[in-house]
């Protein structure tokens, strides 16, 4: 629910510092009214809005233009309305990997990533990486074919940057060895499974970058096991944070305060254990 959503705060606690006359506020719609709603509001005097599920997809639709990775990424989170017409963009890629780059000190740039999963933060994930230059993105799915279907559709955008990999054990190790970084990109380990980890400890290595797009909680069991082997691990609330800075960006051409939205999710996160949205 919208309710229990970090965005508002985050958003808020920077316009008020800034001194900038904005507000965001959550606005629960069904899919019925999508386009009712998005009529609206792009008459309004607003800068922009966030989408989330189960509208990242429909919406691109009533957009009078999209940027060329939320084309590619086939979903959008992110309206700018400038003069009336709206652009969408997907700014949940990019907010992964300035986390990462952030908290991981590591570029993109000539990297190798494995990612567990194939849904929709997947998606954006290894596309954004693509288009950012990583080497290779190697995506390990259940369903083998799902898989294969995102990897073809990275490769017509950036001719063999990524490859599909059978979830069995024996398959993953050799991939996973050549890695740099590994993603969780599935929900498990997120509350109230927090003793459940996408991949066995005895797949991981020591110089190995371990991330989770889970946060709830913050140190899921994935990121504790790689923590005890010494890997550098990332908590999926950065993902969260980053991806709302770009946003904000967007929305009004003014460079956001990390420091201040990273006290306000982190201080949320410690006080509410629901199952926090974004």
């Not at 229990?4 to 705060?9: G, L, R, T, V, Y």
């Not at 950036?158 to 970084?181: H, N, R, Y």
Request: glycine share 8%; with cysteine.
């Amino acid at each position: 629910p919208l309710g229990h959503s970090i965005s508002p705060a985050m958003h808020n606690r920077v316009f008020e510092k800034l001194g900038m006359d904005y507000c965001y506020m959550p606005v629960e719609v069904s899919p019925e009214d999508l386009g009712t709603v998005f009529a609206g509001l792009r008459r309004m005097n607003v800068a922009g809005f966030n989408v989330t599920i189960p509208h990242k997809i429909r919406i691109m639709s009533h957009l009078d233009e999209l940027d060329p990775l939320a084309r590619a990424i086939g979903a959008v989170n992110t309206i700018c309305v400038k003069n009336g017409k709206t652009k969408g963009y997907n700014t949940d890629g990019e907010g992964f990997i300035r986390s990462l780059e952030e908290k991981a000190g590591i570029s993109v740039q000539g990297k190798r990533f494995f990612i567990l999963g194939c849904g929709g933060a997947v998606r954006a994930i290894a596309m954004t990486l693509a288009f950012k230059e990583a080497e290779k993105v190697y995506i390990c799915n259940r369903t083998l074919s799902k898989a294969k279907r995102l990897t073809e559709e990275i490769n017509e955008k950036i001719s063999d940057c990524a490859e599909a990999v059978e979830q069995i054990p024996e398959t993953i190790k050799p991939f996973l060895q050549g890695c740099d970084v590994l993603i969780n990109g599935t929900q498990l380990g997120m509350n109230p499974n927090e003793n459940i980890s996408p991949i066995d400890k005895l797949l991981l290595k020591k110089n190995l970058i371990v991330s989770d797009i889970v946060y709830n909680p913050l140190m899921t069991k994935l990121l504790k096991d790689a923590q005890q082997l010494g890997c550098t691990v990332v908590d999926g609330l950065g993902m969260l944070i980053y991806q709302g800075a770009a946003a904000f960006q967007l929305w009004t051409g003014v460079e956001p305060l990390i420091k201040e939205m990273s006290e306000v999710a982190y201080g949320l996160m410690t006080t509410d254990k629901e199952d926090i949205k974004s």
